[in-house]
């Protein structure tokens, strides 16, 4: 099947980034990491002193803007490579309040949808609902909120109790106002496959998804 679409929705921690590249490696189709762009254009306005309430200052910037992927998969911003601040636990607070102004949505919206021209595998939280809703197929990933602290805390290297609870309750304020959105809010559509990711190694979370893209392209 040509420029197959594949979106894979879901919260924060439910494993999407982990399971889109997978499923983009073995179907040899690029990996679409919205997160990414949000993270990226909200790590560049803050550091340039624009608020998130400043639209007039958010198009100037957007203008002059530019970030690319490495061979790595890896975020270029202008041409520094930037991965590792864009990931820090501090830029994710910048993402997630830039990532509520439309305008940016917008902007990274049109930039997803160009990097999905050939087909691809996008995550993100409205990939099947706004971005991409024609796609092939859409993939809802689930999974219980204990285990996505345990991940994250795994992912940042934190293993302080006290931390981990304010990794938990984050994440469960994430969750409250990824579902506040509007039209861009995370839930799951009617044509949505669920996987429930609760207890499943990483293998058999791409696995499971991968099976379905399977079935859909025998069709
Ligand atoms: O998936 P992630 O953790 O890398 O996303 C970072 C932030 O960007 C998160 O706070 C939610 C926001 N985001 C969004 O609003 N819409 C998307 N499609 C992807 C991410």
């Known amino acids: 099947m040509n420029n197959l679409v594949i979106t894979i929705d879901g919260p924060s ?10 499923i983009s490696k073995k179907l040899s189709l690029p990996h679409v990491d919205s997160g990414s762009i949000y993270r990226t254009v909200a790590y560049y306005l803050h ?5 998130a309430s400043d639209d007039e200052k958010i198009m100037q910037e957007l203008n002059g803007f530019k970030m690319s992927y490495d061979t790595n998969n890896e975020v270029l911003l202008f041409d520094t490579n ?3 601040h864009i990931r820090s636990r501090e830029n994710s607070k ?9 305008l940016i949505r917008e902007f990274a919206t049109k930039m997803q ?14 990939a099947g609902s706004v971005v991409a809703p024609d796609a092939d197929l859409k993939i809802y ?9 345990r991940r994250r805390a795994k992912q940042h290297d934190i293993t302080d109790a006290e931390e981990i609870a304010v990794l938990r309750r984050e994440i469960i304020e994430r969750d409250k106002a990824d579902s506040d959105k509007g039209a861009a809010s995370l839930h799951i559509l009617p044509e949505s496959v669920v996987v429930d990711t609760t207890g499943m190694s990483v293998d058999e979370q791409i696995d499971a998804v991968y099976q379905k893209a399977l079935a859909l392209m025998k069709i």
């Open 47 to 51: 550091g340039r002193d624009v608020s």
């Open 82 to 84: 930037v991965e590792k």
């Open 113 to 126: 949808r160009e990097l999905l021209q050939n087909g691809g595998i996008l995550d993100g939280r409205d």
């Open 13 to 22: 921690g439910s494993g999407k980034g982990t399971t889109a590249r997978g």
């Open 94 to 102: 910048y993402a997630f309040e830039y990532s509520r102004n439309p």
């Open 141 to 149: 990933l689930d999974c219980d909120v204990d285990e996505r602290t």
